[in-house]
């Protein structure tokens, strides 16, 4: 109890001593490798935490509330079909507490049970009318919703006081609006669910733009170290938030010797710890400046595959899907030899919209930018100038740029091309993603269980005067997109 109550307060060393002394006593149960492995996410130890919280799993336990707490450890090192059995386990020795329900129903969303989703997310609002994240979660899965969903939302949103659940009753009320084909209505709710969140926020544009072009010296400054083609190694698939980046990861993963490895943010940590720039931030001018200008990352690499140990799979390729990993794009491919990276490209109205229709991790502040429609057109406009500086300066037998209205519209062409450039031989797997079964936890869980389609491409066209606004920005920022 005592070294739960030191890690409650961020007591990593107390916690530490307290689980060793535990440890001497010749104790050895579940919950003493659940303490390990909250000890080494705090310390952003991934490849300790995911072999603390397997022992952990393997010993197993009868209590409802501990078979919790793990759950959500498994899913925070990506083992998101064993967080499933115990989020279930949790669920069926408590199935009053709604925050078990709606982790399970996260779970089985994640690893493709849409209807076990649903199922959870129903079952949390019989027993939490009030319950903000399952509202928005079940819109997402919900193609018709009946008109008091929406009666029930605006009343929820108009007693909501505070910041956060107004942004997500009202990202839910913009859902439900857009399912009915209500676009101005859908974006109006998404402007007054976001004011207050980018008043808290301040988003700061000046910061980005810095941002962006320490990473484009880097591109600059690249000089290609020993390129070694293999027949194993990571697969970077980078780019901005929802422009199809989960659809590239599952075409590419749906190859039998290819390992898909989620999201990682293990070499930003690693790159950090290296160099060792001033400042918490992972991703930040000073450690991009220090990047660009370091002769010798081999050991970044050594670390970033260390830490990565145990999630990467048995087979010889495997995917890493983070996709701000593009502002390191010139130090991957300098500390791991063997990478490749995959960068998607999206219409940048499209990309506008996809980014400001989505809710991202509120306690990110990189997607800051989210909260404001001239935020989000800054942004995307100034990954486009990025992008292009990439495709420039990289080298294109390592660095390959994936348009997403090209694979959508071109599908086997496009695959066939992406699969050669992975240094992969063609498997007709890959053109059925939508079969691939490995856990998807990313905004696009529901989006990629469907085979591939060209649905998403000029949505933005439905936004009349909010696209015009998107454009004006584009303009004043240098980009005309009139003509294209």
Not at 295 to 322: H, N, Q, S
Not at 358 to 385: C, I, K, N
Request: proline letters at 5%.
């Amino acid at each position: 109890m005592l070294a739960h109550i030191a890690l409650e307060h961020d007591n990593w060393p107390g916690a530490t001593k307290l689980a060793d002394l535990i440890r001497r006593s010749g104790h050895s149960e579940a919950w003493l490798d659940l303490i390990d492995a909250r000890l080494a996410l705090a310390r952003q130890e991934a490849a300790a935490a995911r072999q603390a919280i397997a022992r952990a799993a393997q010993a197993g336990t009868d209590n409802p509330h501990l078979a919790a707490q793990i759950a959500v450890v498994l899913a925070r090192t990506g083992l998101h079909e064993e967080a499933a059995k115990f989020s279930a386990q949790a669920v069926e020795g408590t199935p009053d507490e709604p925050g078990y329900r709606y982790n399970h129903a996260i779970e089985l969303q994640f690893v493709g049970d849409l209807a076990g989703a649903r199922t959870q997310f129903e079952a949390v609002l019989k027993l939490a009318p009030g319950h903000a994240q399952s509202w928005l979660a079940l819109l997402g899965l919900e193609d018709n919703p009946p008109t008091e969903w929406r009666d029930t939302l605006e009343a929820l949103f108009g007693e909501a006081s505070d910041v956060q659940a107004r942004l997500i009753f009202g990202h839910a009320l913009a859902k439900w609006h857009e399912a009915h084909g209500q676009w101005d209505e859908s974006f109006d709710w998404l402007e007054r669910a976001k004011e207050g969140k980018a008043r808290e926020v301040g988003h700061d544009r000046e910061q980005t733009d810095r941002l962006f072009a320490a990473a484009a010296a880097g591109a600059e400054r690249f000089t290609d170290p020993s390129w070694q083609e293999s027949e194993q190694g990571p697969i970077f698939i980078v780019g901005l938030p929802r422009s199809g980046t989960t659809l590239i990861e599952r075409i590419v993963a749906a190859h039998p010797l290819v390992h898909s490895a989620g999201e990682l943010p293990e070499f930003g940590i690693a790159l950090k710890r290296h160099l060792q720039t001033p400042g918490q931030h992972v991703l930040d001018v000073p450690l991009l400046e220090a990047a660009a200008g370091a002769e010798d990352l081999a050991p970044v690499g050594r670390d970033y595959l260390r830490r990565i140990a145990g999630v990467t799979g048995d087979k010889p390729f495997f995917t890493d899907k983070m996709p701000f990993n593009v502002f390191y794009a010139p130090a991957i491919l300098k500390a791991l030899p063997q990478a490749r990276i995959v960068c998607l490209r999206r219409f940048p109205l499209d990309v506008v919209f996809a980014n400001f229709r989505q809710l991202f991790a509120t306690g990110f502040s990189y997607y800051s930018y989210a909260y404001g429609l001239g935020d989000t057109a800054h942004f995307v406009a100034r990954f486009e100038t990025l992008c292009d500086r990439l495709e420039r300066e990289l080298p294109p037998d390592r660095f390959m740029v994936q348009r997403y209205e090209d694979m959508v519209t071109d599908q086997e062409h496009q695959t066939r091309r992406l699969i050669e450039f992975c240094g992969l031989e063609w498997d007709a797997a890959c053109l059925s993603p939508q079969s691939n079964r490995q856990a998807v936890a990313t905004a696009s869980a529901v989006q990629v269980r469907s085979p591939v389609h060209a649905g998403s491409v000029g949505r933005w066209k439905r936004y009349g005067p909010a696209a015009e606004r998107v454009l004006a920005d584009f303009e004043s920022l240098g980009l005309d997109l009139r003509e294209g």
